[in-house]
């Protein structure tokens, strides 16, 4: 990098001594960027039994939510770009990026101003002299002197300070493009997450009142076989009840996990929690299939990744506007109006005044401070490579962990619903053995227990398998794609003077 910043260097001083200085805007010094190597698989180590996506697969638009086919679901997640206000907050900041790329295009153009002066003075007879003649009665004289002028300045950007730095502007502002892409995608997965553990919230609700309703009938039976003079005491009966009120109780403890899941997602729809309500609803079906590519495009798909790309080019532009400060700055200066005694407004070539100038400042010594900030602007690059790498590495890990995740709990749900279907058989055999009389209501009560912790560990499984595609298709990129970035051409204004980036 070095080697090709000094023959660039070379080149323009040759340059600034053949060529008139309005031809120099071609000389810019520093490395041209070209984007850092990433570590990429050539396959997923977790891509055991799935099929890889093909260009049609997928909801398409980016609308990853449609996948689950839930219009509740759809209804909120859309709503994320409208009004969530980290959203809102990220299109902000990408805003103020797009005027720091305007600001820094300014200084390619030369700043003029105008004015305007009127003086009126006044002499007294005594200081005109013996020899001035002033009209009867006159005490002095009186004059005014009106001056209009225009002034300008222009540093010309022989070195490509002023380039490099909207180069690196311009960058920043793809950077903050991705930014809030990845916000968008961020917030919409939250959302779906806390809409999943509602819908497993209601599910448990359901598993557990259904639960009740056993219980009170498997309480009545005890209490019948007790007031019949069976084998059963007091304390089975007591046991039974208790068995009730403890499953009632959790059903309503349930209401504390669903409510906050729905007041999360009205925060992240933009509304007060008292604003939103959400029906209940089971959590039904399966996860979709999700459309795995091959590692390679995951690179052009997630938004944080392309966002550490654009802050390399970003920091490898600042690199130029660091060199740009061995080498002396022109600038040019001029100045027109007009001057006189008579009219407010002088504009005539017999009143003009006028001058131009140029002028060039280098700096001879600074205590190596210029080579300082040249060291610290290389340094920031490679900071910013090895953080675009550690973000590709961790999208991979994100990826893999997900992956192997889901292809293990849907082997552990299979199991699971098994687990649910032989405790199930097991309360039926022992409630009726119980009723003839031939076991204890202990041992119906631990195959009852044992068939609620099945249950619910069931439904665990399949909350746990919605939250892991959410995730899934997060780090994916969620749809996105890398030419959803404004390019140069839309982030930097189109005027017929700028030099060409």
Known sequence: MRRAASSRTQACLIAAALIPALSLGACTVGPDYFSAAAPTPTKYKELKGWKLATPSDGPGSGDWWAFYHDRRLNELIKQVEISNQTVAAQA????????????????????????????????????????????VGAGGLYTTTYVPQFSGSWDLDIWGKVRRQIESNTSAAQASAADLAYAKLSQQAMLATAYFNLRAAD????????????????????QNQYKSGYSVTLGDVAAARAQVEITQAQAINVGVQRAQSEHAIAILVGRPPAELTIGPHSLAGGIPKIPVAVPSTLLERRPDIAAAERTMQQQNALI????????????????????????????NVANA???????????????????????????????????YRQTVLTAFQGVEDELVAIRLMTKSLAVQQQAVKDARTAVDVYLNQFKAGTVAYTTVVTAQITLLADEEAELTIRQDLFLASVTLIEDLGGGWDKRLLPTKKEMVKNFSLLPQL
């Not at 009126?120 to 001035?132: E, H, I, Q, V």
């Not at 130029?320 to 504009?347: E, H, K």
């Open 203 to 222: 599910s448990l609700r359901d598993l557990l009142e259904r639960t009740v309703v056993e219980y009170k009938k498997t309480l009545d039976i005890v």
């Open 92 to 135: 902000a900041a990408y805003e103020q990026a797009r005027a720091v790329v305007r600001e820094a295009q300014a200084a390619l153009f030369p700043t003029i101003s105008g004015s305007y002066a009127a003086t009126r003075n006044y002499t007294g007879p005594k200081a005109l002299g013996s020899g001035t003649v002033l009209p």
């Open 320 to 347: 130029g506007v660091a060199v740009a400060g061995y080498f002396p700055d022109i600038t040019l200066s001029g100045l027109l109006g007009w001057s006189s005694a008579i009219t407010p407004l002088p504009l």
């Open 353 to 387: 005044v006028w001058s131009l100038g140029a002028t060039g400042t280098e700096t001879l010594f600074n205590g190596g401070l210029t080579a300082a900030l040249v060291d610290a602007a290389r340094a920031a690059y490679w900071q910013s490579v090895a953080d």
